[in-house]
C-alpha cells in the first residue's frame, strides 16, 4: 500500500515568518493529496488539496506544491500568525479507491 | 450545513466490556471511515464502509469490528476493551468534492 512520510513533526516559527512542511508518498497511482489543519481539541478540517495534474495551488496566505517525478508535495504557510498554531496532516489517495493514507502530523507553533 | 455526529466525546470503558463508538453523517455520503488517531502516529484507518452492509478493512483493524445497517449511520464495535485501545477515535464521512469529513471525535479511556 502507500506509505506517506510527513517531515518535520514539530515547527516553531515567529510570527510573521514563513511555515513549510513536506511529505512524500511512496505510490505513484496516488493523485489527490489534501491537507487538514485540526486545532487543540477539534476536529480535522480540510484546508487545501491538489491533485496530480497541478503543480501548485494557492488560497490566501497558504499553498501547496507537488512534485510527481519526486513524489513529495508540500505546504507553505506565509506571514505566519497565532492562530495557524496547530497539528498539520498530509495525505495522499489514489484513484482507485477511496483510502486516504495519512501523515503522522506537524505541530506548528507560531510565536508571538 | 455538513454534520458527523459522534455520539460520545468522552468514555471511560473498564478491560474487557464491549464498547460502541457511533457516528451519524447527514449528508447521505456513502463511503463512512473510522481513524484512530495517536500522538506521533497520524490517523490510521481502522474500518470503511462503501454501502449499507459493506464493509472494508484498513490498517488497523484487529480488535474492532463495525456495522452499517443504515447508510447515515456507522458503528465502530470493541468486542473486549484493552488497555491498548484507549485513543481518540474519528469518524469521517466522504464528500462527492473528494474530502474527508470528519466528526468532533471520540476519546476513549480504558481502565
Known amino acids: 500500500g502507500e506509505n506517506v512520510e510527513q517531515h518535520p513533526s514539530t515547527l516553531s516559527v515567529q510570527e510573521g515568518d514563513s511555515a513549510v512542511i513536506k511529505c512524500t508518498y511512496s505510490d505513484s497511482a496516488s493523485n489527490y493529496f489534501p491537507w487538514y489543519k485540526q486545532e487543540l481539541g477539534k476536529r480535522p478540517q480540510l484546508i487545501i488539496d491538489i491533485r496530480s495534474n497541478v503543480g501548485e495551488k494557492k488560497d490566501q496566505r497558504i499553498a501547496v506544491t507537488l512534485n510527481k517525478t519526486a513524489k513529495h508535495f508540500s505546504l507553505h504557510i506565509t506571514e505566519t500568525q497565532p492562530e495557524d498554531s496547530a497539528v498539520y496532516f498530509c495525505a495522499a489517495r489514489q484513484n482507485s479507491g477511496n483510502q486516504f493514507y495519512f501523515g503522522t502530523g506537524t505541530s506548528l507553533t507560531v510565536i508571538p | 450545513d455538513v454534520k458527523v455526529t459522534q455520539s460520545s466525546r468522552y468514555l471511560v470503558k473498564r478491560t474487557g466490556e464491549k464498547v460502541f463508538l457511533e457516528c451519524v453523517q447527514d449528508m447521505d455520503h456513502e463511503n463512512m471511515f473510522w481513524y484512530r488517531q495517536d500522538p506521533g502516529l497520524g490517523l490510521r484507518l481502522i474500518y470503511f464502509?462503501?454501502?449499507?452492509?459493506?464493509?472494508e478493512k484498513g490498517d488497523i483493524p484487529e480488535g474492532y469490528s463495525v456495522s452499517r445497517e443504515k447508510k447515515e449511520r456507522f458503528s465502530l464495535i470493541l468486542e473486549s476493551a484493552s488497555t491498548n485501545q484507549t485513543s481518540m477515535y474519528l469518524c469521517a464521512s466522504l464528500r462527492e468534492s473528494g474530502e474527508l469529513f470528519f466528526g468532533e471525535g471520540s476519546r476513549l479511556t480504558v481502565l
Open positions: 464502509s462503501y454501502d449499507v452492509k459493506m464493509k
